[in-house]
């Protein structure tokens, strides 16, 4: 089987390749085909993964091209995980915010509709690509925001296209390992039997039920502190707080729940997330030293460390448990796993709606529990949304389906109008002034919007 990976000389895509090559990788690859716009970045990829290769037995034949169609002949999977504007756009999706006074996160709020405006044109024009040079391949999206740019593929490529995230799955593991139901695999509940719900919307969802050997797990495992300690989303968002929700919540709904903090933290902060990672991955492109593997693991040890420190008090570091384990790559693995082979999987995924959670639109894409087997994805049914979640659910997918149909239709209006939808975004004028601030920075929304 052939797998590509567009954004080849991404700094993750080495761990890509060690799931790939790894002796328990649950699917072969026989060739992985990286593309990229970046020779440059291309080239040193290739170097730290060509390194890996040699010493696994099951390595790929590796192919790097910046040729797209090049790298799609033959593909039976797409791995898309880009980054539109690179680091620099994140600075600014970040900043640009943070200056009218509103949160500044990559995928949260302003910043992540930003990053979707400018995003989706090149998205839908690769699903249009695919659709024509491998349209029997299966797309793996993990751009983000992985939801607005899944549903954004949707109407190109339909089932065919479907996202992915670690952060779910992340938590359904902790809290089975808690739950004493043992340690599930990245993508897949640990046995038939464990049982769970979770429903959302990509970086915004809860942990509802979990099942083991048939008896419910979550409230004993909320009532008690011993418990909640070893799970980093409790630490996160407060032991009291997530009793009162009766629910785990994605880490991503610290920005939602914790805004204030969460604004004055990142405020505080001598730089932003994107600022520390432009610096961070910035030196690292531009000097990989004379050991490109070993100048990568550093630095990804460095990344992993220090990711939401803004949810955490100055000085504390995160559990060594919290970082290991499969992230993103696992996830993917264990999806095409399932799709080719046949054997079921159970897996969290961003999927159509279709009547899942019925005050949303059908062809809405939300993120809960699925079953995957060789005839497809096949999200099972939940139990119904109610009170804040889905209120916080329904006006949050407002303001994406607004964003998609700006950046489908080269709207300003509409832009304005899915910027003010956002529960993040506390005035429609600050909306207009965020619309035009990015459309100011960024010459690709410049054009787009009218």
Request: with cysteine; proline share 5%; aromatic share 8%.
């Amino acid at each position: 089987m052939k797998l590509t990976i567009i954004g080849g000389g991404g700094f993750r895509v080495p761990q890509v390749f060690e799931a790939v090559a790894s002796d328990e990788a649950p699917v072969r690859i026989d060739e992985l085909s990286l593309y990229d716009i970046s020779p440059e970045r291309l080239a040193i990829i290739r170097v730290i993964v060509e390194r890996i290769a040699s010493e696994r037995r099951f390595a790929p034949r590796i192919t790097v091209t910046t040729d797209l169609e090049e790298a799609l002949q033959g593909a039976d999977f797409v791995f898309s995980a880009v980054r539109v504007g690179g680091t620099a756009g994140r600075v600014a999706d970040e900043r640009i915010a943070l200056e009218l006074g509103v949160l500044g996160q990559e995928t949260v709020g302003p910043g992540g509709l930003a990053y979707a405006l400018r995003t989706i044109p090149f998205m839908v024009s690769l699903a249009e690509t695919i659709r024509r040079v491998a349209p029997e391949a299966w797309v793996i999206n993990f751009t983000n925001p992985a939801g607005i740019v899944t549903e954004a593929m949707r109407g190109v490529l339909g089932d065919r296209v479907v996202g992915i995230c670690d952060t779910p799955i992340g938590l359904l593991r902790r809290a089975a390992a808690v739950a004493g139901a043992g340690t599930p695999p990245p993508g897949a509940s640990a046995s038939s039997e464990l049982a769970f719900d979770y429903v959302g919307l990509n970086h915004l969802g809860w942990l509802r039920s979990l099942e083991v050997d048939g008896v419910e797990r979550l409230p004993e495992l909320l009532a008690s502190d011993a418990s909640l300690q070893r799970i980093e989303e409790a630490r996160l968002l407060g032991f009291d707080w997530v009793r009162a929700l009766g629910a785990l919540p994605n880490e991503y709904l610290y920005y939602y729940s914790f805004t204030r903090e969460a604004n004055e933290s990142i405020r505080a902060a001598a730089s932003t997330r994107g600022e520390y990672l432009d610096v961070q991955q910035g030196a690292f492109f531009a000097n990989p030293g004379t050991d490109p593997f070993e100048s990568w693991t550093r630095t990804r040890h460095e990344r992993e460390a220090s990711y939401m420190a803004e949810s955490r008090e100055e000085g504390e570091e995160r559990d060594v448990e919290d970082v290991a384990g499969g992230g993103y790559e696992s996830v993917a693995l264990d999806l095409m796993a399932a799709l080719s082979s046949g054997t079921p999987a159970t897996m969290i995924l961003n999927v159509r709606n279709g009547g899942l959670v019925p005050a949303l639109p059908e062809d809405a894409v939300v993120e809960v529990g699925c079953v995957v087997d060789a005839d497809g994805v096949h999200p099972w049914p939940i139990a119904s949304v109610e009170g804040e979640m889905l209120g916080l659910m329904t006006q949050v997918k407002a303001a994406e389906q607004l964003v998609i149909e700006a950046a489908t239709r080269g709207s300003r209006e509409l832009a304005w109008r899915g910027f003010a939808a956002h529960p993040l975004v506390d005035s429609v004028s600050v909306a207009r002034k965020l619309v035009d601030a990015y459309s100011g920075h960024f010459g690709s929304i410049h054009k787009l919007l009218r």
